[in-house]
């Protein structure tokens, strides 16, 4: 059974970091397509960053620049760093996993993704 357990959110304030991990179980990552989502009360849920087994990375336009999506095979884990956080950023914060070999533009949308994470909440103070 697969399951991806996240961590590391909290509260900030603006222009803060925080470093999100997820742990991945009965799957290996370097196999899997893997992206970090987020939604917002009351939004639907989209693709913040994700990242491809060969090491190629997608980004949001909002979070480019500011956010690198990253995974350690041997941890089974993947990380999200998010830095200059603003209040936008607010939101639960879910990782995804998904065995099928998708390209790159197809993996900030859910619909690709199998496996889901119970999230963990990041709210950015002004």
Do not use: H
């Amino acid at each position: 059974q697969v399951q991806l357990v996240e961590s590391g959110g909290g509260s900030v304030q603006t222009g803060g970091s925080l470093r999100l991990s997820c742990v991945i179980s009965g799957y290996t990552s370097r196999s899997a397509c893997m992206g970090w989502f987020r939604q917002a009360p009351g939004n639907e849920r989209w693709g913040v960053a994700a990242i491809r087994p060969d090491g190629r990375t997608t980004y949001a336009n909002s979070v480019q620049g500011r956010f690198i999506i990253s995974q350690d095979n041997a941890k089974n884990t993947l990380y999200l760093e998010m830095n200059s956080l603003k209040p936008d950023d607010t939101a639960m914060y879910y990782c995804a996993a998904t065995r099928a070999d998708w390209s790159l533009v197809f993996l900030l949308k859910t619909d690709v993704y199998n496996y889901w994470g119970q999230g963990t909440q990041v709210t950015v103070s002004s």
